[in-house]
Nanobody, 116 residues
Protein backbone atom coordinates (compact mmCIF):
# COMPACT_ATOMS: atom_id res chain seq x y z
CA UNK A 1 0.00 0.00 0.00
CA UNK A 2 1.22 3.44 -0.96
CA UNK A 3 0.73 6.48 1.22
CA UNK A 4 0.83 9.96 -0.25
CA UNK A 5 1.06 12.84 2.19
CA UNK A 6 0.44 16.32 0.85
CA UNK A 7 1.36 19.60 2.46
CA UNK A 8 1.58 23.26 1.58
CA UNK A 9 -2.00 24.23 0.89
CA UNK A 10 -3.61 27.28 2.41
CA UNK A 11 -5.04 30.71 1.81
CA UNK A 12 -3.31 33.11 -0.53
CA UNK A 13 -4.26 36.37 -2.18
CA UNK A 14 -4.63 36.61 -5.95
CA UNK A 15 -1.22 36.97 -7.50
CA UNK A 16 0.43 35.15 -4.64
CA UNK A 17 2.37 31.90 -4.53
CA UNK A 18 2.18 28.55 -2.81
CA UNK A 19 4.31 25.44 -2.94
CA UNK A 20 2.71 22.04 -2.55
CA UNK A 21 4.66 18.95 -1.56
CA UNK A 22 3.73 15.30 -1.71
CA UNK A 23 5.82 12.55 -0.17
CA UNK A 24 5.23 8.93 -1.12
CA UNK A 25 5.92 6.07 1.25
CA UNK A 26 4.95 2.47 1.82
CA UNK A 27 4.98 -0.30 -0.73
CA UNK A 28 6.41 1.75 -3.54
CA UNK A 29 7.23 -0.09 -6.67
CA UNK A 30 9.06 1.76 -9.37
CA UNK A 31 7.30 5.07 -9.82
CA UNK A 32 6.42 5.97 -13.37
CA UNK A 33 4.52 9.21 -12.92
CA UNK A 34 3.75 11.59 -10.09
CA UNK A 35 1.64 14.66 -10.30
CA UNK A 36 -1.22 16.81 -9.20
CA UNK A 37 -4.90 16.98 -9.97
CA UNK A 38 -7.43 19.40 -8.56
CA UNK A 39 -11.14 19.52 -7.97
CA UNK A 40 -13.18 22.64 -7.39
CA UNK A 41 -16.70 22.51 -5.91
CA UNK A 42 -19.19 21.28 -8.47
CA UNK A 43 -16.49 20.45 -11.00
CA UNK A 44 -14.75 17.32 -12.15
CA UNK A 45 -11.27 16.45 -11.00
CA UNK A 46 -8.79 17.74 -13.57
CA UNK A 47 -5.15 17.30 -14.31
CA UNK A 48 -2.85 20.09 -13.22
CA UNK A 49 0.61 18.74 -13.91
CA UNK A 50 2.53 15.49 -14.08
CA UNK A 51 6.16 14.50 -14.17
CA UNK A 52 7.63 11.17 -15.20
CA UNK A 53 10.61 9.33 -13.77
CA UNK A 54 12.74 10.88 -16.51
CA UNK A 55 11.47 14.37 -15.69
CA UNK A 56 9.18 14.74 -18.65
CA UNK A 57 6.45 17.18 -17.65
CA UNK A 58 2.90 17.85 -18.73
CA UNK A 59 0.74 20.82 -17.72
CA UNK A 60 -2.85 21.85 -18.09
CA UNK A 61 -3.11 24.82 -20.43
CA UNK A 62 -4.64 26.89 -17.66
CA UNK A 63 -1.50 26.69 -15.50
CA UNK A 64 1.28 26.77 -18.10
CA UNK A 65 3.77 29.50 -17.36
CA UNK A 66 2.54 29.89 -13.78
CA UNK A 67 3.00 26.46 -12.19
CA UNK A 68 6.13 24.35 -12.10
CA UNK A 69 6.24 20.68 -11.16
CA UNK A 70 9.43 19.07 -9.93
CA UNK A 71 10.43 15.82 -8.36
CA UNK A 72 13.05 14.46 -5.97
CA UNK A 73 13.37 10.80 -6.89
CA UNK A 74 15.61 10.04 -3.90
CA UNK A 75 12.89 11.29 -1.55
CA UNK A 76 9.94 10.01 -3.60
CA UNK A 77 8.57 13.53 -3.37
CA UNK A 78 6.88 15.74 -5.92
CA UNK A 79 6.47 19.49 -5.67
CA UNK A 80 4.18 22.00 -7.30
CA UNK A 81 5.29 25.61 -7.28
CA UNK A 82 2.27 27.77 -7.98
CA UNK A 83 2.82 31.41 -8.87
CA UNK A 84 0.48 34.18 -9.98
CA UNK A 85 -2.43 32.37 -8.42
CA UNK A 86 -5.92 33.23 -9.58
CA UNK A 87 -9.28 32.76 -7.86
CA UNK A 88 -10.05 30.04 -10.39
CA UNK A 89 -7.08 28.04 -9.12
CA UNK A 90 -8.89 27.51 -5.83
CA UNK A 91 -9.60 23.82 -5.35
CA UNK A 92 -8.62 20.74 -3.44
CA UNK A 93 -5.32 19.58 -4.88
CA UNK A 94 -4.65 15.84 -4.97
CA UNK A 95 -1.31 14.18 -5.29
CA UNK A 96 -1.17 11.31 -7.75
CA UNK A 97 1.22 8.45 -8.32
CA UNK A 98 1.27 5.77 -10.98
CA UNK A 99 3.76 2.97 -10.79
CA UNK A 100 5.23 0.95 -13.65
CA UNK A 101 2.41 -1.60 -13.28
CA UNK A 102 -0.11 1.18 -13.94
CA UNK A 103 -1.40 1.11 -10.39
CA UNK A 104 -2.71 4.51 -9.30
CA UNK A 105 -2.58 6.01 -5.84
CA UNK A 106 -4.09 9.25 -4.54
CA UNK A 107 -3.44 11.51 -1.62
CA UNK A 108 -6.12 12.85 0.70
CA UNK A 109 -6.00 16.30 -0.84
CA UNK A 110 -4.94 19.72 0.33
CA UNK A 111 -7.10 22.82 0.09
CA UNK A 112 -5.89 25.84 -1.87
CA UNK A 113 -7.93 29.01 -1.43
CA UNK A 114 -7.24 32.10 -3.49
CA UNK A 115 -9.06 35.10 -2.17
CA UNK A 116 -8.49 38.67 -1.15
Amino acid sequence: QVQLVESGGGLVQPGGSLRLSCAASGSISSIAVMGWYRQAPGKRRELVATITNVASTNYADSVKGRFTISRDNAKNTVYLQMNSLKPEDAAVYYCYLRNIYNYNSWGQGTQVTVSS
